[in-house]
């Protein structure tokens, strides 16, 4: 995999010039034109050897290299997912090209069902932890050196200093962001309230099919890392509803500009040298 991984890298910093991204930021369903960024250079993921398509509606398929509060960022306009039939590795490979291009921080954001009866639809949820209900590791197999250890640390699996600063930015801005755990499960079909229910009983705040993959292997490369979930709509097991694709992405559309709020006061932080 480094063999492929070093040709992807070169790839890009040929049709790139070389330039250097200090934040990667993967926008989920419906996310990927939340972002005002001054783009220098676009490449579809289709143009970058050994990366796979996304197929899922919402998401691009697309890096955007750029600056956003005068920092150089590296955007996922939209990610791959276990139930597209991609082998976790394949999934993480942007996450891989983005640690080898130099990121130190990663921004991660996802479109996800709300456990928690608290929430409402187009809430912002700060990810302080998460639950991997799949039971598959993207690290499972040969493990690199040059990419990480065997065994990475995962008891602050996103980043206290910065998810406390997202809500203060949130704050600035009248945001209320919400905190909780985020449980990944392995989709497409959604949640029964069966299922619903086990998944608050075991500690779930918002549910969702992406984002834990990535996270760990960001942590295994050593990548600070920042979660935000848009509460698409809200799960509630006693009178379950239907939430169709369509409502998704309208929902994460909608909170859009206040999750490019948060996003631009964290990048503002990191500009600054507040966040070190």
């Not at 250097?20 to 579809?44: A, Y």
């Not at 976790?88 to 996802?110: A, E, Q, S």
């Not at 239907?242 to 992405?249: D, G, K, L, S, W």
């Amino acid at each position: 995999m480094l063999t492929k991984l070093k040709e992807s890298v070169n790839y890009i910093k040929k049709r790139t010039d070389g330039f250097k991204p200090l934040v990667g930021i993967v926008l989920g369903t419906g996310l990927g034109d939340s972002l005002n960024i001054t783009v220098k250079f676009s490449i579809p993921y289709t143009d970058v050897p050994h990366m796979l398509p996304s197929t899922t509606a919402g998401h691009k398929g697309c890096f955007l290299f750029g600056r956003i509060e005068n920092v150089n960022v590296v955007c996922m306009q939209g990610r791959l997912h276990f139930y597209e039939g991609y082998d976790l590795k394949d999934i993480t490979y942007p996450i891989r090209i983005m640690g080898l291009l130099g990121i130190k921080f990663l921004i991660v954001t996802n479109a996800s069902g709300g456990l928690n009866p608290s929430f409402s639809a187009r809430d912002i949820m700060v990810i302080t932890d998460h639950i991997n209900f799949c039971g598959e590791n993207p690290l499972r197999g040969e493990n690199i050196e040059e990419l990480g250890e065997r065994f990475p640390d995962m008891c602050e699996p996103y980043d206290k200093k910065l998810y406390l600063k997202a809500l203060e930015k949130g704050a600035e801005q009248g945001i209320i962001l919400k905190q909780g755990v985020y449980v990944w499960v392995c989709g497409p079909s959604m949640e029964t309230p069966a299922e619903t229910r086990m998944l608050r009983q075991i500690g779930g705040d918002a549910v969702g099919m992406s984002t834990v993959p990535e996270v760990i292997v960001a942590r295994h490369m050593n990548i600070r890392v920042l979660g935000l979930s848009v509460i698409s709509n809200v799960n509630k097991p006693d009178c379950m509803q239907p939430a169709p694709i369509e409502m998704v992405i309208e929902n994460a559309h909608l909170a859009s500009p206040k999750l490019a709020l948060v996003i631009k006061g964290i990048l503002k932080e990191v500009s600054d040298g507040s966040i070190d």
